[in-house]
């Protein structure tokens, strides 16, 4: 009967767990429809941006004209990880810790390496390990373009100041809700745009003035990339949760089954005991 007891004392277990694991999968479902449509709505706009602002970048060609073209080496950079507040959403957050950490101590060993976090778990994964980080985890309290701006325009100012040389964004770019792809994707300097055909050039007209152009369209593109960014994070955290927490659901529903299944079979074999020893005593009482 011990045997039996224990049991049920997992297959409870299980039965709590797996109502946990369903009802965050479906929170997670719930949020991920609002991400999503937040990202389908911006990434035409963002990319189209960026384009544009491959192209001006091109055509503004002196450090005055924009400073934020400007290739300094790799002496000092600058590593954005962002990541999410919480866990249990599979490899999501492992993925990006891991490749900052190569980052760290493989791709740019011989530079100044400074780190800004955006997501508690990143935040602690490398505290731990001694690394200093400013962190921003109240973004994902209020993840909108005016709490996001800010941050991305101290990172840009610090760049002109020339404190930082390069600046990368380390993320999560979401596909759907089962696919992640894990982005190094250089934030600062901007990148021209490559020419497809040779020869061809985009000629531009200014309006207004160009020193307007670097005030205001080139700083606001910027602002609207790392924005993007932090939403392509925020719908891929709720897909691989959502995911996550579909296959743990499943997992314990099959663990559910084996377990009734040992239950059923210790419970016959518990009767089937009884009735030999009923048998045996039947027996023995005839003798």
Same mark, same amino acid.
């Given at each position: 009967?011990?045997?039996?007891?224990?049991?049920?004392?997992?297959?409870?277990?299980?039965?709590?767990? *797996?109502?946990?694991?369903?009802?965050?999968?479906?929170?997670?479902?719930?949020?991920?429809?609002?991400?999503?449509?937040?990202?389908?709505?911006?990434?035409?706009?963002?990319?189209?941006?960026?384009?544009?602002?491959?192209?001006?970048?091109?055509?503004?060609?002196?450090?005055?004209?924009?400073?934020?073209?400007?290739? *300094?080496?790799?002496?000092?950079?600058?590593?954005?990880?962002?990541?999410?507040? *919480?866990?249990?959403?599979?490899?999501?957050? %492992?993925?990006?810790?891991?490749?900052?950490?190569?980052?760290?101590?493989?791709?740019?060993?011989?530079? /100044?390496?400074?780190?800004?976090?955006?997501?508690?778990?990143?935040?602690?994964?490398?505290? *731990?390990?001694?690394?200093?980080?400013? /962190?921003?985890?109240?973004?994902?309290?209020?993840?909108?373009?005016?709490?996001?701006?800010?941050?991305?325009?101290?990172?840009?100012?610090?760049?002109?100041?020339?404190?930082?040389?390069?600046?990368?964004?380390?993320?999560?770019?979401?596909?759907?809700?089962?696919?992640?792809?894990?982005?190094?994707?250089?934030?600062?300097?901007?990148?021209?745009?490559?020419i497809e055909k040779k020869g061809t050039t985009v000629d531009y007209i200014f309006?207004?003035?160009?020193?307007?152009?670097?005030?205001?369209?080139?700083?606001?593109?910027?602002?609207?990339?790392?924005?993007?960014?932090?939403?392509?994070?925020?719908?891929?955290?709720?897909?691989?949760?959502?995911?996550?927490?579909?296959?743990?659901?499943?997992?314990?529903?099959?663990?559910?089954?084996?377990?009734?299944?040992?239950?059923?079979?210790?419970?016959? %074999?518990?009767?089937?005991?009884?009735?030999?020893?009923?048998?045996?005593?039947?027996?023995?009482?005839?003798?």
């Amino acid at each position: 009967m011990a045997n039996l007891k224990a049991i049920r004392t997992r297959m409870s277990s299980v039965r709590t767990t *797996r109502q946990v694991t369903s009802a965050m999968k479906m929170v997670s479902a719930a949020k991920l429809r609002r991400a999503q449509e937040a990202i389908i709505r911006i990434r035409p706009y963002a990319n189209k941006l960026y384009d544009i602002l491959g192209n001006l970048s091109d055509s503004l060609t002196s450090i005055e004209d924009n400073p934020y073209s400007i290739d *300094r080496g790799n002496t000092n950079i600058l590593i954005v990880s962002i990541n999410s507040n *919480r866990g249990l959403c599979g490899a999501f957050n %492992s993925n990006v810790n891991r490749r900052v950490f190569q980052m760290i101590n493989e791709d740019f060993r011989e530079s /100044n390496l400074q780190l800004v976090t955006i997501g508690k778990n990143t935040y602690d994964f490398f505290r *731990r390990r001694g690394f200093e980080s400013n /962190n921003n985890n109240h973004l994902y309290d209020h993840l909108d373009f005016e709490h996001v701006s800010p941050v991305a325009d101290k990172i840009m100012n610090e760049f002109v100041q020339g404190k930082y040389d390069k600046v990368y964004l380390v993320y999560n770019e979401f596909k759907n809700a089962v696919t992640q792809y894990l982005m190094v994707e250089q934030f600062l300097p901007v990148v021209p745009k490559p020419i497809e055909k040779k020869g061809t050039t985009v000629d531009y007209i200014f309006e207004p003035s160009k020193e307007e152009i670097v005030k205001d369209l080139i700083p606001k593109s910027l602002k609207i990339q790392f924005y993007k960014a932090l939403l392509d994070s925020n719908a891929a955290e709720h897909g691989a949760r959502m995911t996550a927490m579909h296959k743990a659901t499943d997992n314990a529903t099959d663990l559910l089954r084996n377990l009734n299944l040992q239950y059923n079979k210790a419970r016959q %074999s518990t009767i089937t005991n009884e009735i030999l020893e009923i048998v045996s005593g039947a027996e023995a009482l005839k003798g």
